[in-house]
């Protein structure tokens, strides 16, 4: 196969009943080693033969298991490992086939004939001098899409491309740049609805996170000894979502109690202490040894935003302060210990289309919101592209200073 989004892909899905159905079925047929096996050859640059040239049935089943796995935690280092790693797998098998039709993106084949005579010449020239038959392979304008698909996902100039009646032309190796920006886009997307189902999944997928998250702290070892890892730390306030900020600056009566106890609670205390939950009902106590960061960092960010509201929700229900440790898991209490943490359940950020349905005026939402349906995974993402991002800086900055 050579994309696990493609048509080949999605014909496979449906005839096995669904993404749901497929991630049922996984469990019984793909051993959580088969699986890693997709991943763990990183190390070594070297793919496997029986990797590379598995069945499709067997390949999309094991790039769905570490999708699934991913669920638990959509934005880390075991995301990294099964993008490059499979990425790698696909990029080759796509250099090796000839006919793109499968792909994700909505390629068309070129026709010999429908670049004019003078702009092919003019082409033809652009790559300087006589070109042997083989860069000429290269550099010919075999395929076309549509110069809106094309736009989202190039990254690269456009005075390098031929465009004509709304299509962009292009090379295979266009193609190629073209269709990784789309397969990070895919993982994503797939990763971020799978998030949401993360509690119906089968056991098997939390043991092969575990496993995988070994593996990818193995792999990015020198990384994350330079770099530290990307678990519970000071919160980042510039990478908050809308309706975190919203709720921060203080908001109306009506809407006081479900922003600061349900939504802020919720947000704050799990992107400070336990950004990725290990498991289902997850505890305060499961992420922290004392409940100094909750006292000292959390509840007064919470009761601060309780104050700006009008009026202030703790002048107007001094006893909200209750409830909000309800929230955080902790029993009806103004007094918590460690040890009553599990008395209620600590609730979870509430989906975007809940915060939608009890509050709309709270969602406003921005450009990064398109790709999350969660306030915490807005978050989780923003903190993952900024990692990135600083890593690739730091990394440059060391070979420079080599
Ligand atoms: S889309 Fe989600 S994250 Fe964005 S503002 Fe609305 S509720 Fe918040």
Redesign the pocket.
């Known amino acids: 196969m050579l994309d696990p989004f493609g048509s080949r892909a999605r014909e496979l899905v449906k005839e096995l009943g669904g993404i749901e159905a497929v991630l049922e079925r996984i469990p019984s047929y793909v051993a959580p080693d088969l699986a890693l096996k997709r991943v763990s050859w990183l190390r070594s640059g070297e793919i496997p033969d029986d990797v590379s040239e598995m069945d499709d049935l067997m390949d999309l089943m094991t790039f769905y298991a570490l999708l699934g796995a991913l669920a638990f935690s959509p934005y880390g280092l075991e995301g990294e490992l099964v993008k490059d790693a499979n990425m790698r797998i696909y990029s080759e098998r796509i250099k090796r086939d000839q006919n793109l039709a499968e792909l994700s993106i909505p390629l068309k084949t070129t026709d010999k004939n429908e670049i004019p005579s003078k702009d092919a010449f003019i082409l033809e020239r652009r790559g300087e001098g006589n070109l042997g038959p083989e860069k000429k392979e290269e550099l010919r304008l075999k395929y076309k899409l549509h110069l809106s698909d094309f736009l989202e996902f190039w990254e690269g100039s456009l005075k390098e491309i031929y465009v004509r009646d709304g299509y962009a032309y292009v090379t295979k190796g266009n193609v190629l740049k073209l269709w990784e920006k789309a397969f990070e886009h895919n993982i994503e997307r797939a990763v971020s609805v799978l998030y949401e189902i993360k509690d119906e999944l089968p056991g098997y997928y939390t043991e092969l996170h575990e496993k995988l998250n070994a593996l990818a702290r193995e792999v990015f070892k020198e990384r994350l000894e330079r770099y530290g890892s990307a678990e519970a730390a000071p919160l980042r306030f510039e990478f908050f979502?809308?309706?975190?900020k919203k709720a921060m600056g203080g908001v109306p009566a009506g809407l006081r109690n479900y922003a600061i106890t349900v939504l802020l609670t919720s947000f704050l205390s799990y992107a400070r202490i336990c950004p990725n939950p290990p498991k289902r009902d997850v505890r305060v106590r499961d992420c922290v040894q004392d409940l100094n960061v909750l006292e000292r960092e959390v509840i007064p960010l919470i009761v601060e935003a309780g104050n700006r509201c009008t009026p202030p929700l703790f002048e107007d229900q001094p006893h909200e302060i209750k409830n909000i440790w309800y929230h955080l898991g902790f029993g009806l209490t103004d007094k918590p210990s460690l040890e009553d943490s599990g008395n209620s359940p600590w609730y979870f950020p509430p989906n975007?289309d809940k915060?939608?349905a009890n509050a709309p005026a709270?969602?406003?939402?921005?450009r990064d919101?398109r790709h999350?349906k969660?306030?915490l995974t807005?978050y989780l993402r923003k903190l993952y592209f900024e990692g990135r991002t600083g890593k690739a800086a730091g990394e440059n900055g060391g070979e420079e200073n080599g």
């Open positions: 979502p809308p309706c975190i975007c915060v939608r709270l969602c406003n939402p921005d919101c999350i969660n306030p807005y």
